[in-house]
């Protein structure tokens, strides 16, 4: 705790007066362009991660960076969602996954979780993904998961969750008219690398592939 107040001491003292004219100007309204998903994991900095500031991104976590499929229950996750498509409209929505991911190793052995009920029910929107590893490499449903196969099945669960995203209506509709646009990525914790895919598209590619035309039109606008 005594980082936490050394930081909000330097924040007032030094980040904020230097930073004086964007907080005022996020005073009153935000208008982010991007719609950020990712894990609760303590090694996640969205803004760190994309090089951006504050009001750029309009963030949501939770363990296992999960989008329960839409339905008539509110929560919290659907409810986010939707203010962000349909009030803010943002235009991008990225899914973002991370290596080491706690959430999904609990979901690849959900009966180790016995005394912690609602984080297996949690992890449950995470069925699909696992089945579908477990499927493409012969495994049994009570055979235990080898570490091999937990990058597989952190990528499958991003798209998961994007097709999860779908289903929401109010994405549905901004995606039918070409005004939303999803992006599925896994980050490397230990390299700094991310890996990505488009919200159609079930192939991973490294970051600087997949956008390579938009890096290359960013590279010549700012020359």
């Given at each position: 705790?005594?980082?936490?107040?050394?930081?909000?001491?330097?924040?007032?003292?030094?980040?904020?007066?230097?930073?004086?004219?964007?907080?005022?100007?996020?005073?009153?309204?935000?208008?982010?362009?991007?719609?950020?998903?990712?894990?609760?994991?303590?090694?996640?900095?969205?803004?760190?991660?994309?090089?951006?500031?504050?009001?750029?991104?309009?963030?949501?976590?939770?363990?296992?960076?999960?989008?329960?499929?839409?339905?008539?229950?509110?929560?919290?996750?659907?409810?986010?969602?939707?203010?962000?498509?349909?009030?803010?409209?943002?235009?991008?929505?990225?899914?973002?996954?991370?290596?080491?991911?706690?959430?999904?190793?609990?979901?690849?052995?959900?009966?180790?979780?016995?005394?912690?009920?609602?984080?297996?029910?949690?992890?449950?929107?995470?069925?699909?993904?696992?089945?579908?590893?477990?499927?493409?490499?012969?495994?049994?449903?009570?055979?235990?998961?080898?570490?091999?196969?937990?990058?597989?099945?952190?990528?499958?669960?991003?798209?998961?969750?994007?097709?999860?995203?779908?289903?929401?209506?109010?994405?549905?509709?901004?995606?039918?008219?070409?005004?939303?646009?999803?992006?599925g990525w896994v980050y490397d914790i230990k390299t700094g690398v991310i890996r990505c895919c488009s919200g159609q598209s079930s192939v991973f590619a490294d970051f600087n592939e997949h956008y390579?035309?938009?890096?290359?039109?960013?590279?010549?606008?700012?020359?």
């Amino acid at each position: 705790m005594d980082q936490i107040i050394r930081g909000v001491l330097a924040f007032k003292e030094n980040t904020y007066p230097e930073r004086k004219d964007l907080f005022a100007s996020l005073a009153d309204q935000q208008n982010p362009d991007v719609l950020f998903i990712t894990c609760s994991d303590s090694r996640i900095d969205p803004n760190l991660l994309t090089g951006s500031h504050p009001g750029d991104l309009f963030i949501c976590r939770n363990a296992g960076n999960i989008i329960p499929p839409h339905s008539n229950e509110t929560g919290g996750m659907t409810a986010s969602i939707e203010y962000a498509v349909a009030v803010l409209g943002v235009r991008h929505i990225i899914v973002c996954g991370h290596t080491d991911c706690g959430a999904i190793k609990g979901a690849l052995d959900l009966d180790a979780l016995k005394g912690l009920p609602h984080v297996k029910e949690w992890l449950g929107h995470c069925r699909s993904a696992m089945e579908i590893v477990r499927e493409r490499n012969n495994l049994a449903v009570d055979e235990p998961v080898d570490a091999c196969y937990i990058n597989e099945a952190i990528e499958e669960n991003v798209l998961q969750q994007v097709q999860h995203l779908r289903t929401h209506p109010v994405v549905a509709a901004k995606l039918a008219t070409n005004k939303v646009e999803i992006h599925g990525w896994v980050y490397d914790i230990k390299t700094g690398v991310i890996r990505c895919c488009s919200g159609q598209s079930s192939v991973f590619a490294d970051f600087n592939e997949h956008y390579a035309d938009r890096i290359e039109t960013i590279l010549e606008s700012d020359k």
